[in-house]
């Protein structure tokens, strides 16, 4: 809270400076929790808004340090879109100290891109720390999964409706327009890993269930010993006979992943191991939500042969 209190006090000559949002401003400004969000609400506005995301795509979002600069760009924002299952709670720190009212839970500016999906690995039990970085109400990495696009842009198109409404048809023709798109690359998608139902894999964190469970893959382990907790040398060497026994062909890990380690124990298994793109614009070529599942489907492909 002290530290809270002295970035808003911090912020106050910024406000100062910057003024009141210019009256006069043509484009919607939306700022959204993750670059998945990002390139989802640009494919719904089109060139009706200017859209910046808060975590940079090559950091995990569970972890964005609040800064001020962030703030500034809530500040100013006609809307924020958050993940809402917790992946992003820094969000709220960064609204509050924002101080715009646009934003606030509960307010016409403030959406919540998970409404209505089916969630996956809810916990049936209490969640406690012990747990490691488990999420009470589910896993919060949806957006890896190409067929939840649908649901999340539509819950962008209401959001945003309800912000800027003279603007709905042209948010209705740019949404249907990309899931034209995205319907045609699932046909390619579905032929490429269909080969592959059923096959085993071991991911670094428990992020890619979504992605996995999509084309009929089947998570059999991570290299964290448990969500965000690094892995100790007895959980190493389970997973490793593991792989072995199940005959595991990939280990997927993320750009903030320790890397040299997934590689080791891939050799030692005999698997191969790669870096999928975890959220948009993580990796080279992956700079728009269709290119990233595009990238990370051509690599499991290529990895499972």
């Known amino acids: 809270m002290r530290r809270l209190l002295t970035l808003t006090l911090s ?3 910024v406000w100062a400076v910057l003024g009141a949002p210019a009256a006069s401003a043509q484009k919607l400004r939306v700022v959204t929790s993750t670059t ?9 506005t089109g060139d ?15 972890d964005v340090e609040v800064r001020p600069s962030l703030m500034v760009k809530v500040r100013r924002a006609d809307a924020m879109i958050v993940n809402g299952l917790g992946l992003d709670d ?11 009212a646009n934003v606030n839970p509960g307010a016409p500016g403030r959406i919540d ?30 957006s890896l999964d190409p067929e939840m696009a649908p649901a999340v842009t539509q819950n962008i198109l209401e959001g945003l409706t309800r912000v800027a409404p003279q603007h709905r048809a042209a948010f209705e023709r740019n949404r249907q327009q990309f899931l034209a798109r995205l319907d045609e690359a699932m046909g390619r998608w579905n032929k490429m890993l269909a080969p592959y139902k059923g096959s085993p894999v071991v991911v670094n964190h428990a992020q890619w269930i979504y992605l996995l469970t999509r084309f009929g893959l089947v998570q059999v382990g991570t290299v964290e010993e448990r969500p965000g907790i690094p892995a100790t040398a007895n959980h190493i060497i389970k997973l490793v006979n593991l792989m072995k026994e199940d005959r595991v062909k990939a280990i997927i890990a993320e ?39 595009d990238f990370n489907v051509k690599t499991l492909a290529q990895m499972l042969k």
Do not use: C
């Open 11 to 13: 912020l106050a000559a």
């Open 36 to 44: 998945d969000l990002k390139s989802l609400t640009e494919a719904v």
């Open 48 to 62: 009706l808004a200017d859209v910046e995301a808060m975590a940079r795509p090559n950091q995990t979002a569970h």
């Open 90 to 100: 820094w969000a709220d720190v960064v609204a509050q100290g924002a101080n715009n």
């Open 113 to 142: 891109a998970s409404r209505g999906i089916l969630v996956l690995e809810v916990p049936k039990t209490r969640v406690d720390r012990s747990m490691g970085d488990v999420h009470p109400s589910g896993n919060p990495h949806y």
């Open 255 to 293: 750009p903030w992943s320790d890397f040299k380690l997934v590689e080791r124990i891939a050799q030692e298994a005999g698997a191969q191991a790669a870096i999928l793109a975890s959220s948009v614009g993580a990796l080279k070529g992956t700079d728009t939500f269709i290119e990233a599942v």
